[in-house]
């Protein structure tokens, strides 16, 4: 089942809104829609979003959560965590930021994998 345009685009707006961030909005667009293309049943978007939003906000008032990225992403961090908030689930997604100290700056967020290694795919960003 494909995830609405309406529902996608509600998704957009609530990450959009987030107080204290700063994302591209073509980059939040691509990264809402492959969120759908992984989580396919509307059920499941609709909690991976839930997700994604409270791991942002997460990020925002705690400021340097999540491990420290070497490498190509020097300065950036990455959060871990769950789609879903089951025991045993895997910490499937990730939120990769840097704190500027005056507002957290999203490079993106995805699943680990799916639908390609999330640190690859924002490399070209």
């Known amino acids: 089942m494909a ?6 685009e509600e998704a957009i707006d609530v990450i959009a809104n987030i107080q ?5 909005q073509d980059e939040l667009v691509d990264d809402v ?16 979003i839930n997700q994604i939003t409270n791991s942002i906000q997460h990020i925002v008032s705690q400021r340097n959560v999540g ?9 950036w961090m990455s ?11 895997p910490a499937d997604l990730r ?15 995805g699943h680990r ?4 290694n999330i640190y690859r795919r924002l490399n070209g960003r």
């Open 113 to 116: 994998h799916l639908p390609t």
């Open 20 to 24: 204290g961030i700063q994302m591209n």
């Open 3 to 8: 995830i609405s345009n309406n529902l996608i």
């Open 67 to 75: 491990q420290a990225l070497v490498n190509t992403y020097d300065g």
């Open 95 to 109: 939120v990769v930021y840097q704190n500027t100290n005056t507002v957290i700056r999203i490079h993106g967020f």
């Open 33 to 48: 829609i492959l969120v759908a293309f992984v989580f396919d049943e509307e059920s499941t978007f609709k909690l991976a």
């Open 79 to 89: 959060f871990h965590f769950q789609s879903q908030r089951v025991n045993g689930h």
